[in-house]
């Protein structure tokens, strides 16, 4: 049998890559479950947390592009999960709220996140802080190459 190992220089990020489909997979399938649509769920707990938040922040924080920002935002508003309103520090942007539908939504989806944390927390050798705190780090980092090469494409 051959022996393989890891390109050392990819291996975090494929690792990160392969949690992540993980947990959607999990999420996902919990959120169905509860009879909620896992579509832009994460997103709109981001909202949740920023509110209210401008689509810049949204960037910054997420690490997800522009452009791809303001799809969801288009297809929340659509949805009616969310409102828009003015910025009142800056009339070129605008602040994004949940709606008392999306707030619902989230609430409702939470405890199913919960649900999900819990069947996976007992099979971590390390308190789930320590993940957290680490992964918020990775976050960060991944967020500030975005945000470097936008800068220097001048997006």
């Not at 022996?3 to 997979?25: H, I, K, M, P």
């Not at 769920?41 to 938040?53: A, G, H, K, M, T």
């Not at 690490?63 to 009142?88: A, F, K, M, S």
Request: proline share 7%; net charge positive; no cysteine.
């Amino acid at each position: 049998m051959k022996t393989r190992s890891w390109n050392r220089d990819a291996v975090l990020l494929q690792e990160l890559y392969s949690a992540g489909s993980l947990v959607a997979f999990l999420v996902n399938a919990r959120l169905r479950e509860g009879g909620i649509a896992p579509q832009l769920f994460s997103f709109l707990s981001w909202i949740r947390l920023l509110e209210p938040v401008t689509p810049g922040t949204l960037a910054a924080e997420t690490g997800i592009p522009p452009t791809t920002i303001r799809d969801y935002l288009r297809r929340l508003t659509e949805r009616g999960d969310i409102v828009r309103r003015t910025n009142p520090l800056d009339g070129r942007s605008y602040l994004v709220e949940l709606t008392p539908g999306g707030r619902k939504l989230v609430d409702r989806g939470a405890p199913m996140v919960g649900d999900v944390f819990r069947r996976v927390e007992p099979h971590l050798p390390r308190p789930a802080e320590e993940y957290a705190e680490r992964a918020r780090e990775l976050r960060q980092g991944l967020a500030a190459v975005i945000a470097a090469d936008e800068r220097a494409s001048g997006a």
